[in-house]
């Protein structure tokens, strides 16, 4: 409707989300959205973009890119932008908001997968240095942009809980913090991603997803308070739920920013499951790409489900109803690319991962004179025919979930062929009178191994396919030139967790189209010029 009026950028400013009446830009036209508030399916959020243009909110939030949503739009078209606010028909570039103009800084050494939204991993030396991952090194998964909550404004800032029948009960995290018993919980966050650049490159086909390599895990010790705690004293009948009759089976986490994904109840109130409401992070307070002042731990399961930004929580008879719970973050078979997504399950509980970090050649060992034995296997010692010996060490970590522990990690040398076994770090272990960090009633941490051993030349074989732009591969082979004369065998891990389930051979035989929980075993190349 050409006769509507026009506005300069300025005075659609003065409609933010504190005005009675908040106004959006899309391309060219200003709409209120006043009346569209109540009913936007993310709830308030659709305000962050309010006295601004849409546009780069809808970039994030891919969903709004549909007509229906456009449909809905145009009901509350009130006019459009000055032509002198407009370059080539849109408001210039300078004139648009960036929704992640405020996120924080972040440590040089984390490698960054996306800038907007921020997706880094810890890198490789990292993951198996120390137990418990510093803060700063620990991997940033986030979705859309930081939300800002000023640090004076933290006592105050609001947890809602709503029960089935709709009763709402707020708290403070002052009141979180005071009223219920503070609890603190070991536990590694791994993403469903996590190694999916190894299940592309290992399996020659393409997924969706970020390309992470073995850093999308990290391990913490958190401290807040248990959800299950909250759930009671919000009027929630833990009885009735232990007893299998309740009508809630979903715990819903809805996020500042509007992510929101939900575990089953089972989860919640297992008096061994330690899901905490955290606000602290390795005894400092949360930092905010993860999640402060307030966010979701659910031990054992995706670290999807470990919401951060955490300001409501649902007691549902279904799931979240979230991309993030229903789509995403679930698995098909290798040949199914066009899916019902309501025919599996939202992953929750994590299979069993584990991953080589780090990689070091040492000496060649000639055998006359050093004993040949692999350190970690003497068997395999008594039936090798004594060639040279090329010295290998390697850390990494082992992970499973559910609470389960990993009770052994084998290493091969030559492919798969033989197997030894790596030594696990007593990491969980009272140590001189220091108790043991790790905290909470299952195997929530990751269990770090090392490997000391050495290969047999005639183990390395003519060069052979292996991924050189992976950080362990390109570290281990730094020091070899890339000339034709190169040897090579893979090295590889995989471990076992309590309930002896351990991981697949190949990504091939477990690739999905969303790259979702690549855990086949680890695969090194390791090259020799000699
Ligand atoms: N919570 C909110 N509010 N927003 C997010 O984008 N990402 C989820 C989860 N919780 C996310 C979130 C995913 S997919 C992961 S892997 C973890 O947070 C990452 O947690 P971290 O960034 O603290 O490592
Ligand atoms: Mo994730």
Redesign the pocket.
């Known amino acids: 409707d050409p006769d509507l009026p026009r506005f300069r950028i300025a005075e659609v400013r003065k409609h933010g989300a504190d005005s009675d009446h908040p106004w959006v830009i899309y391309g060219d036209k200003v709409y209120d959205i006043t009346d569209w508030i109540p009913a936007h399916p993310g709830g308030q959020v659709i305000l962050r973009a309010a006295g601004g243009s849409i546009d780069p909110y809808w970039n994030i939030f891919t969903i709004h890119k549909n007509q229906y949503v456009y449909d809905i739009l145009s009901q509350y078209l009130i006019g459009y932008v000055d032509q002198a606010d407009l370059v080539n028909g849109k408001p210039a570039q300078d004139q648009i908001e960036d929704p992640f103009e405020n996120d924080p800084e972040r440590h040089p050494s984390l490698i960054t997968r996306t800038a907007k ?1 921020r997706n880094a991993e810890t890198p490789s030396e990292a993951l198996s240095a120390q137990f418990l991952t510093p803060n700063e090194l ?7 942009w930081v ?1 800002t909550i000023e640090d004076s404004k933290t006592d105050d800032y609001r947890l809602t809980v709503e029960l089935l029948d709709g009763t709402m009960k707020e708290y403070t995290l002052r009141e979180l913090k005071t009223r219920f018993p503070s609890r603190k919980v070991t536990a590694v ?5 996590n190694r999916r650049k190894h299940m592309s490159d290992d399996s020659g086909r393409q997924t969706n997803g970020l390309p992470w390599t073995s850093g ?1 895990i ?1 391990n913490a010790s958190w401290e807040g308070v248990l959800l299950s705690d909250v759930l009671a004293d919000a009027g929630f009948d833990l009885s009735e739920a232990m007893s299998g009759s309740s009508e809630t089976q979903h715990v819903q ?9 939900s575990i089953p109840i089972k989860k919640a109130i297992d008096p061994q499951g330690d899901v905490l409401l955290a606000y602290s992070m390795n005894d400092k307070p949360l930092p905010r ?3 402060f002042p307030l ?2 731990i659910v031990p054992g399961h ?9 300001n409501h929580i649902t007691l549902s008879d279904e799931e979240s109803t979230s991309q ?1 719970q229903r789509k995403d ?1 679930k698995c098909f078979g290798p040949n199914q690319t066009k899916v019902d997504w309501d025919a599996a399950p939202a992953i929750q509980e994590l299979p069993v991962q584990s991953a080589i970090t780090t990689l070091k050649l040492g000496k060649w060992l000639d055998s006359k004179t050093e004993p040949n034995v692999l350190k970690n296997d003497q068997d395999q010692a008594a039936t090798s025919q004594n060639p040279p010996q090329q010295e290998i060490s390697m850390s990494g970590y082992a992970f499973s979930g559910g609470g389960r522990s990993i009770i052994r990690v084998d290493v091969s040398l030559d492919g798969g062929g033989s197997w030894t076994q790596a030594y696990l770090l007593p990491d969980c272990v009272s140590k001189n009178g220091t108790p043991s960090p790790c905290q909470g009633h299952g195997a929530w941490s990751w269990k770090r191994w090392v490997f000391e051993g050495s290969v047999p030349l005639d183990t390395f074989k003519e060069k052979h396919g292996g991924r050189p732009d992976d950080p362990v591969t390109a570290a281990a082979n730094s020091k070899t030139p890339d000339s034709g004369q190169k040897r090579c065998t893979t090295v590889l891990v995989k471990a076992t967790d309590d309930a002896y389930n351990t991981q697949p051979e190949s990504h091939a035989a477990t690739w999905n189209f969303r790259g979702n929980l690549a855990t086949a075993w680890h695969r090194v190349q390791v090259c020799t010029d000699c």
Do not use: I, T
Request: proline fraction near 5%; include cysteine.
């Open positions: 939204p620990f991997y940033v998964r986030n979705h859309m939300p966050l791994q993403c469903s991603g999308a990290s986490f809805m996020g500042l920013e509007a992510y929101g994904a790409d993860h999640g966010r979701a995706v670290a999807a489900r470990s919401v951060k930004w955490l993030w973050y």
